[in-house]
């Protein structure tokens, strides 16, 4: 996507560790929305941050917004196996009635 | 129990044959949405569909057509489908363009 990439394509830790992905934009957005693919699955919104907010959060799941640097994050504390997925930023831009999602980083969490 | 159904789950298809792919959500989402994904390219819109008979291409409509007669089921069209469009194939809805997208299961095309 020209609008939205996660800075890593991969991500591989153990169980318990925190994790973060980090997704950067090239122009003005309103929210970023973080999804979710588990293997065989379509992707499933897990949380989402609005460009007024700078952090949010929502269990183990932290997201961060930077308006300044066009860039969010997506934080897990004390992955748990089930976390083991990919991982996808989507972003909105205006004048465009939808949203431009990221490469997505794969993240597996080991036991 | 609010969701996007996809129909089939797995197709196999000869180049040149016809193929729909058809696509079901219950919720009455104004919005629906048709992506490709492979690997290494992430999701890529193939068609945006506002309303019945409101469809719009989205950035690799090449290849494809839609319709959408009601509100709640929106088809991909390939006619003569061709080798390069084997891959899986997402239908979405959102409740108007811009809110939070429900992504269907998925359709896994082979086209031989």
């Known amino acids: 996507s020209q609008w939205g990439e996660e800075n890593l394509q991969a991500l591989s830790i153990q169980e318990g560790e925190d994790v973060t992905m980090n997704c950067s934009y090239k122009?003005?957005?309103?929210?970023v929305h973080w999804y979710r693919q588990d293997s065989g699955r379509g992707p499933a919104l897990i949380i989402l941050?609005?460009?007024?907010?700078r952090e949010k959060r929502s269990g183990r799941l932290r997201a961060t917004l930077d308006t300044s640097s066009q860039s969010s994050s997506l934080s897990i504390t004390a992955a748990q196996c089930e976390d083991t997925a990919v991982y996808f930023c989507?972003?909105?831009?205006?004048?465009?009635?939808?949203?431009?999602f990221g490469k997505g980083t794969s993240l597996t969490v080991i036991p | 129990d609010m969701k996007v159904t996809q129909m089939p789950r797995y197709l196999i298809k000869r180049m040149g044959e016809n193929v729909l792919l058809e696509c079901g959500q219950d919720?009455?989402?104004?919005?629906m949405y048709w992506y490709r994904q492979d690997p290494g390219l992430g999701l890529q819109l193939i068609y945006i569909?506002?309303?019945?008979?409101?469809?719009s291409e989205g950035d690799i409509p090449k290849g494809y057509r839609v319709s959408r007669k009601k509100r709640e089921h929106f088809s991909l069209i390939l006619d003569s489908a061709k080798t390069n469009q084997t891959s899986v194939y997402f239908c979405?809805?959102?409740?108007?363009?811009?809110?939070?997208?429900?992504f269907g299961s998925g359709t896994r095309l082979l086209v031989i």
């Open positions: 979405a809805s959102s409740l108007w363009a811009n809110s939070d997208y429900t």
């Open positions: 122009t003005y957005t309103t929210v």
């Open positions: 941050i609005r460009s007024n907010e």
């Open positions: 989507a972003t909105d831009f205006p004048g465009y009635q939808n949203f431009y």
């Open positions: 919720m009455s989402h104004e919005t």
């Open positions: 569909s506002y309303d019945v008979d409101s469809n």
